[in-house]
């Protein structure tokens, strides 16, 4: 836990593996049992009265009156905590070569917490299209706004994530209540992803609902959010993308949520996964989760051997689930795009939200933007004694804390942060200047027609397979760009800045 006190100084690779003790140690929390019943959850929904794309009820059935067959099977891959090169190869490793039916590489969300976070490392992630979401600043279960909404202007400023990107949450160790629901309510986030799904896919009176919105009431861990169940909290327009468990083949009690391969070898728990994701694809083909700490599948990670064998396992699962029709590896953001305008498999080429673009900008224009041709030499670096990071915007005279998220600069240091009405990866933070007006930003589509573009990382396994609501936005006024620069924080601020690296 957080203590005030001094804290020696110890090495980055020391304290990498401070952070991997720390993840391991928030791990727990699987199911062991059903986390809801429909008695606990009292949930009722009025389908004549919520309709897309604002409201939708909690069903097992996919949305729009859709059939099964005819919707895509989505695959979110998400990663959460601290985004540093670590974590971003394993994600690379497996997203990277990878095509979806259109061609473009699958794209993930990462739930960014700050604490051991390399931010320009975030800029590169979401200027090569993946999601940025909110984790808190210090990965604190049931957080205050500070916690919140600090990490949403921490990552504005020092990631140029634009504010109304950041649209996602998911609560640390899956620690929320009805007041961090609230939270992000207020402050007009678009989905929520703490919420357990812990009874199989296809069967009766299972939890494992589509995506909905919270206007008539929560419908998932009812057994032990009794409070706010039986419809007594309602958020209209805020969505829940439920974390879906992997089950042991005909077993009650093997429920699996978060990195499930830390749960078995590699061999069972592939089986998991492959049954598991079959019981969504032959079913009602609810989204299917990965949901990882890719901290626990990093390579070269100081003391720690490299889990080669379930990496290979989880390449080995996802070439196979690639073989399947109609299969889709999207970014949270991506699926609620689809989600909100459903459209079936036949005319799934229309849907922008998957379409691929890359930002136009020459290998010669040296701007600070995320895109590594462009950025190369300009990165800032922040050199805080707990870690050092990186960033293209300006080093703060302090480590960014919940009570104060955006410290003023380091004298003499005049980086800027991105206006939101530049793109990211078209803003000069040196000159201050957007190089493009918003009408000209050029972006090359890399959108191919659909079809198999599978390709196999995993090789030859042993089993011989291949391989917001109106309103909301004025009494959150954090949601805004970082235009101006916080205040000189206080000595208890600067503390707290230190209080985080010693962590049990
Ligand atoms: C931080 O980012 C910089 C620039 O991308 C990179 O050179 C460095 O290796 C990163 N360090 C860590 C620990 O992520
Ligand atoms: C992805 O492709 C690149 C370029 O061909 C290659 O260097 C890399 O090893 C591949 N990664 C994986 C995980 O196969
Ligand atoms: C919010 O919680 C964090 C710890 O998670 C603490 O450092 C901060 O002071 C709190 N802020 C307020 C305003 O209570
Ligand atoms: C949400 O906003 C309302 C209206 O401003 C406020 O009364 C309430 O305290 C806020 N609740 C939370 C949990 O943030
Ligand atoms: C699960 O149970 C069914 C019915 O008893 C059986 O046919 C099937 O082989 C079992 N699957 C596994 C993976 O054990
Ligand atoms: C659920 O899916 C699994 C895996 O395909 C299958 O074995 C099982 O019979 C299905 N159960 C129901 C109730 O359809
Ligand atoms: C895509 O092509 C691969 C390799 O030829 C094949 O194994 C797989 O079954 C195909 N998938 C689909 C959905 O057609
Ligand atoms: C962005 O806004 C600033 C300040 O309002 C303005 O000076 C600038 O011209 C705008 N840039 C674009 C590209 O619209």
């Known amino acids: 836990m957080p203590r005030l006190t001094a804290r020696p100084r110890l090495a980055a690779a020391a304290l990498a593996l401070v952070l991997a003790q720390f993840v391991l140690a928030q791990d727990g929390g699987a199911p062991s049992g ?78 960014t917490s700050l604490s051991y976070t390399n931010y320009s490392m975030v800029t590169d992630w979401y200027v090569a299209g993946n999601e940025i979401a909110d984790h808190t600043m210090t990965h604190a279960g049931k957080p205050n706004t500070s916690e919140i909404y600090g990490n949403l202007r921490a990552l504005n400023a020092f990631a140029g994530i634009p504010m109304s990107d950041l649209t996602g949450f998911r609560a640390p160790m899956l620690s929320w209540n009805g007041e961090t629901l609230t939270h992000l309510y207020n402050a007009s986030f678009k989905y929520d992803s703490s919420m357990t799904s812990a009874t199989l896919a296809n069967a009766s009176n299972t939890d494992a609902f589509w995506p909905y919105t919270l206007d008539y009431g929560i419908a998932n861990n009812c057994l032990e959010q009794s409070d706010i169940c039986q419809g007594r909290l309602k958020l209209p327009g805020l969505w829940e993308l439920p974390m879906y468990s992997v089950f042991q083949p005909n077993s009650t009690s093997g429920i699996h949520l978060m990195d499930p391969w830390l749960d078995g070898n590699p061999d069972e728990v592939l089986d998991w996964l492959k049954w598991s994701f079959t019981t969504h694809y032959e079913g009602n083909r609810q989204p299917f989760g990965l949901y990882s700490h890719p901290i626990h599948l990093a390579v070269g990670y100081p003391g720690v051997a490299d889990p080669i064998a379930t990496r290979q396992m989880l390449q080995t699962f996802l070439d196979w689930v690639q073989t399947h029709e109609n299969v889709w590896i999207v970014s949270n953001q991506q699926m609620l795009a689809w989600l909100q305008n459903p459209v079936p498999n036949a005319q799934i080429a229309n849907v922008d939200a998957f379409k691929c673009q890359s930002p136009d900008i020459p290998a010669s224009t040296k701007i600070c933007n995320g895109v590594s041709a462009n950025e190369a030499g300009l990165l800032n670096r922040c050199n805080f004694a707990d870690f050092p990071w990186q960033t293209c915007y300006y080093c703060p005279s302090v480590e960014p804390t919940p009570d104060n998220p955006v410290p003023s600069p380091n004298k003499g240091d005049t980086r800027h942060t991105v206006p939101s009405n530049c793109s990211t990866a078209f803003f000069d933070p040196i000159k201050n200047v957007c190089t493009c007006s918003s009408d000209s930003c050029k972006f090359t589509d890399q959108t191919k027609p659909i079809g198999n573009y599978s390709t196999n990382l995993g090789g030859t396994s042993s089993d011989g397979s291949s391989t917001a609501p109106a309103g909301a936005e004025a009494t959150a006024p954090m949601k805004q760009n970082s235009a101006t620069i916080g205040a000189v924080p206080s000595l208890a601020a600067v503390l707290l800045a230190f209080a985080f690296a010693i962590l049990a």
Do not use: H, W
Not at 38 to 52: Q, V
Not at 58 to 68: E, I
Not at 70 to 80: E, I, L, R, S
């Open 34 to 111: 059903p986390v809801s019943s429909p008695e606990t959850a009292g949930y009722s929904c009025d389908t004549t009265k919520c309709k897309l794309p604002a409201c939708q009820c909690a069903s097992t059935s996919p949305p729009g009156g859709l059939s099964p067959k005819d919707v895509p099977q989505f695959v979110t891959f998400t990663a959460d905590d601290a985004i540093q090169s670590y974590t971003l190869e394993v994600m690379d490793y497996f997203l990277a070569n990878r095509s979806n039916p259109n061609g473009c590489s699958p794209k993930m969300t990462y739930f």
